[in-house]
């Protein structure tokens, strides 16, 4: 374990259970950036970024090329456990034109992916096997799209909100954009995000999306649209790129969502098809900063809905005194809304005040880290010292696993010379240091790591699952992890260019078991060959296991079967009921234990 240093948590952290195994870049000499990165339930990790050149994406030699791998733009690549290609495309199409910013993996294990688009015939089909356009756009007019793809890479659904006007540049967040994906227990897909534009659904003239709205979007699992609400935001600052900030999706079992944003002077709580209902945040310092819109006025809200989007009731956060909140992000698990934000001079709670230890409390944030019961009461808080450079939504990530251990990643940025000259040109290099900490189910710290500071690392996004996480970010120069070192590729422009690294670790996921508590083993090895000996994959020791179900995947990621009986074990056979080929296979267990949700993974070899 990494000594840590944070202000209100014990330094109580068990030791060696972070460990990383593998990091890996992707570069081609000109810029590359990278924007998210998701773990299924198999151990496949799925990579999204941007190129402008042609990287090389196969890790270990083997020549793998994507489809439309000449035309620089973003790329989708699937990864195996071991970093091994499986499948991967380029758009198509140059960043102008489309865009992939955020993704999902739904519960049925299907790729979600969000985004931007522009102009006339656009193929978001990016495989050469078939073509499925998006709605003509106009070239300046952005539209929105969300898409659906099974775990072998294939085309599935997609929908569109379209531009009516010029809705500016979304490819720098400007006025359009999505800011979330989430899926419920059913499969439904909400979408959240800013319009910049008025804006129409696809086929669907009733939904108007107003200018300068927040927006949530509701469809089912093939994407056809079942609601779409806005919320009104009042602005009086100056209009720049901070005054969009995200707007944030988490849903809960019982279909509830919860969404986290911060906002500036007003904004209503409930969409348009209820009455009006706005909060405020406080009056606006025009003569603290009249040029910026850094402004000492920013709360963060947290809003619960139904999942039909009615208001049920929400929680407000903000200072008394000039204080900017700016939230992160945040994630749903074991039953609670666990919330990352920053603040720069003071935070509120019911019974606390936390208060900024930065040397310069105009740019530096401290962090907080709460969590919230299904009723928005605050249950949990501490705070991290972090000094940290004007933090971004879009390089501090919270993500869970399936059975509720909670990754938080975040990033502290630092000029290497202080005071930071604001709004003037300067030549301070930003550095960077990662720091990662693994928290259990009921929020005790298991470990963390912290990186020696870097040059700098921007646009990073993490992932859990299984025992298995999964880090990117772009990089300049060179990137450290434990014992494993990647460097840039150099830079054909001669200037400094990014690439992007992938890293793997490792920790004890949910098939650790209590001293005392369910007993679940599986072989790692059967035979079904028709010799009437060791025919079915099945437990080989089972105690105190209840509701037992079973998926089978491939190296792929392709589910192959599913077994939720004693009479239907898997028997080496596909969906379709042909015998699979002999070779390595991975299973996820989900059973009920004294009343709690387990799952359990690993691998196992067919034998014919």
């Not at 049925?108 to 003509?136: C, E, R, T």
């Not at 530096?364 to 709460?370: E, G, P, R």
């Not at 599986?522 to 028709?530: A, D, L, S, Y």
Request: charged residues 20%; aromatic residues 14%; hydrophobic residues 35%.
């Amino acid at each position: 374990a990494y000594e840590i240093t944070y202000g209100d948590w014990s330094s109580d952290v068990c030791s060696s259970d972070l460990q990383a195994q593998r990091l890996n870049s992707i570069g081609s000499g000109y810029r590359e950036r990278s924007f998210r990165v998701e773990n299924d339930q198999s151990g496949s990790t799925y990579v999204i970024g941007l190129t402008r050149g042609t990287p090389d994406y196969d890790f270990n030699g083997g020549g793998f090329i994507p489809e439309n791998y000449n035309t620089p733009g973003y790329f989708l690549i699937k990864y195996n456990q071991l970093h091994q290609p499986l499948w991967g495309y380029q758009t198509k199409y140059p960043e102008s034109l489309l865009g992939i910013l955020n993704s999902k993996i739904s519960r049925n294990g299907n790729l979600i992916i969000a985004g931007y688009y522009s102009g006339l015939f656009i193929d978001i089909d990016f495989s050469s096997a078939s073509v499925s356009h998006l709605v003509n756009q106009p070239y300046g007019n952005y539209g929105l799209y969300v898409a659906v793809y099974d775990s072998a890479g294939h085309f599935l659904y997609h929908n569109e909100i379209i531009a009516q006007h010029d809705s500016l540049n979304v490819m720098l967040g400007d006025r359009t954009f999505i800011s979330d994906i989430e899926t419920d227990d059913d499969d439904n897909i909400y979408v959240t995000g800013y319009s910049g534009d008025v804006m129409l659904p696809a086929g669907n003239q009733n939904d108007t999306l107003k200018e300068f709205t927040y927006f949530m979007a509701k469809y089912d699992s093939a994407c056809n649209l079942i609601w779409l609400h806005h919320l009104n935001k009042e602005i009086k600052e100056f209009h720049n790129w901070t005054n969009f900030n995200n707007l944030m999706l988490d849903a809960d079992h019982a279909g509830n969502l919860y969404a986290t944003i911060t906002f500036t002077d007003s904004l209503n709580i409930c969409f348009e098809n209820e009455g009006p209902q706005y909060v405020f945040a406080k009056p606006y310092d025009y003569q603290w900063n009249p040029f910026s819109a850094e402004s000492h006025n920013r709360d963060f809200i947290i809003i619960k809905y139904d999942n039909n989007g009615h208001y049920l009731k929400h929680v407000q956060f903000g200072s008394a005194i000039n204080s900017t909140q700016k939230h992160l992000d945040a994630i749903f698990a074991n039953d609670k809304l666990t919330v990352l934000a920053a603040f720069d001079s003071e935070i509120n709670f019911s019974d606390t005040a936390f208060h900024s230890s930065g040397q310069d409390t105009v740019y530096d944030y401290n962090l907080a880290l709460m969590q919230f019961d299904t009723a928005l009461q605050c249950v949990t808080k501490h705070r991290f010292y972090n000094n940290i450079l004007s933090p971004r939504q879009g390089n501090n990530y919270l993500a869970a696993d399936e059975c509720g251990n909670v990754l938080l990643r975040c990033n502290l940025s630092e000029y290497n010379a202080f005071p930071f000259p604001p709004f003037a040109t300067n030549d301070y290099k930003i550095i960077d240091r990662d720091n990662l900490y693994l928290f259990d189910r009921n929020f005790k710290l298991r470990d963390s790591i912290v990186t020696d500071f870097h040059t700098m690392s921007d646009f990073s996004a993490a992932s859990i699952s299984n025992g298995t996480i999964s880090l990117i970010s772009t990089f300049l120069k060179l990137h450290t992890l434990g014992n494993f070192s990647v460097s840039e590729v150099p830079s054909i422009s001669g200037q400094d260019e990014y690439d992007v690294y992938l890293a793997q670790l490792t920790y004890e996921g949910c098939h650790k078991e209590p001293a005392q508590g369910y007993v679940l083993e599986f072989p790692n090895v059967f035979t079904p060959n028709n010799d009437n000996w060791n025919e079915v994959f099945e437990p080989i020791l089972i105690s105190n296991v209840n509701d037992l179900s079973i998926d089978i995947y491939d190296r792929w990621g392709i589910k192959l079967f599913r077994s939720s009986s004693a009479s239907d074990w898997w028997k080496g056979f596909n969906k379709s009921g042909m015998p699979v080929p002999a070779g390595v296979y991975f299973y996820v267990a989900s059973f009920n234990s004294s009343g709690k949700a387990y799952k359990k993974s690993g691998s196992l070899t067919l034998i014919r």
